[in-house]
């Protein structure tokens, strides 16, 4: 599995490619996926991804059918705030690699676009690096890149944060109170996981009872 470094080497080796013959939207991320001459944004972002050895799940042209199938599919990686890496979906039917987020606006690799404000945005002639507000983003799509991975205690911590958040089932709360009566437990965090350990020495209070 790649990591977001990777794949942003790889994407930037890219900036300056151009179509040849100009206008024609031939490149070689067009002949790679097999639609040379056809709109190729959404192919550039597939061909840097396989180039990194971490080919979409969804192979797809259409920046709506890839952001369709990520919401269907995996809802997780549609992700609110961008970071390095994520693919960019925009409300203009467009997309790109983010290199650099800020506050009020992205910095992406892009392809398929324009170098400047003064020619077409989403049906350009090259490879550009471009900032763009926002308020154009339709929706950010979260790859799972290799320092992405979580450890054994960084998921038991992500678990246990969304068990704390869990109420207390209606039909163990009679027993719950019971329990804490008797002092086997103190009934906080009621919903969090617990060793085995805990659970004997839990058992044995009871046995004592």
């Known amino acids: 599995m790649a990591t977001a470094d990777k794949l942003l080497s790889i994407a930037a080796g890219e900036l300056g490619t151009v179509e040849a013959p100009a206008g024609s939207n031939r490149t070689k991320y067009g002949k790679w996926y097999g639609l040379d001459g056809e709109p190729w944004c959404m192919m550039f972002v597939q061909w840097c991804f396989a180039q990194a050895g971490m080919p979409l799940p969804c192979r797809t042209a259409s920046c709506s059918a890839l952001l369709r199938w990520y919401r269907q599919n995996r809802p997780r990686q549609v992700v609110p705030e961008p970071r390095r890496g994520d693919i960019v979906i925009y409300t203009f039917g467009h997309t790109g690699i983010v290199l650099l987020p800020s506050a009020g606006s992205i910095c992406a690799i892009e392809g398929n676009t324009s170098a400047g404000e003064a020619g077409s945005q989403d049906n350009g002639g090259g490879v550009y690096l471009r900032t763009r507000q926002r308020s154009l983003v339709s929706a950010y799509?979260?790859?799972?890149?290799?320092?992405?991975?979580?450890?054994?205690?960084?998921?038991?911590?992500?678990?246990?944060?969304?068990?704390?958040?869990?109420?207390?089932?209606?039909?163990?709360?009679?027993?719950?109170?019971?329990?804490?009566?008797?002092?086997?437990?103190?009934?906080?965090?009621?919903?969090?996981?617990?060793?085995?350990?805990?659970?004997a020495i839990m058992a044995l209070r009871a046995a004592r009872k």
């Open 141 to 199: 799509i979260r790859p799972e890149f290799e320092e992405d991975s979580m450890t054994g205690e960084e998921i038991y911590r992500e678990l246990q944060a969304y068990l704390s958040k869990q109420p207390v089932p209606a039909w163990a709360r009679a027993e719950l109170a019971e329990a804490m009566e008797l002092g086997i437990t103190d009934g906080t965090r009621p919903m969090e996981l617990i060793p085995r350990y805990q659970a």
